[in-house]
């Protein structure tokens, strides 16, 4: 199966930067897309932004032109530079795979255990 291991969260005041990572690792026949995902207390799982293989990276109304996504697919790890960060941003964020672990098998979704950002003064 396919682990990932999230980096890079924490506390940061308004305005300033942060960078996440996440590696991919295990068994991996092809990764499809990688995506970030965060989830604030109270609210619903949402996309920040996704970089599907071959394809454009996708943004989040309220991350676009702030949040950049990026891959290095030789190091099968995805990036989210976050910069001028709001009070709204805090949340735990999550890394997702979609991946065919195995030649022949189903692709699936695979999720990273999260780490936490907080945006506040």
């Known amino acids: 199966q396919v682990q990932l291991v999230e980096s890079g969260g924490g506390l940061v005041q308004p305005g300033e930067s942060l960078g996440l990572s996440c590696k991919a690792s295990?068994?991996?026949?092809?990764?499809?897309?990688m995506s970030w995902y965060r989830q604030a207390p109270g609210k619903q799982r949402e996309l920040v932004a996704e970089?599907?293989?071959?394809?454009?990276?996708n943004y989040a109304d309220p991350v676009k032109d702030r949040f950049t996504i990026s891959r290095d697919n030789a190091k099968k790890t995805v990036y989210l530079q976050m910069n001028s960060l709001r009070p709204e941003d805090t949340a735990v964020y999550y890394c997702k795979c979609v991946a065919r672990p195995i030649a022949g098998m189903e692709i699936s979704s695979f999720w990273g255990q999260g780490t936490q950002v907080t945006v506040s003064s």
């Open positions: 970089f599907p293989s071959g394809g454009i990276a």
């Open positions: 295990g068994s991996i026949f092809s990764i499809w897309s």
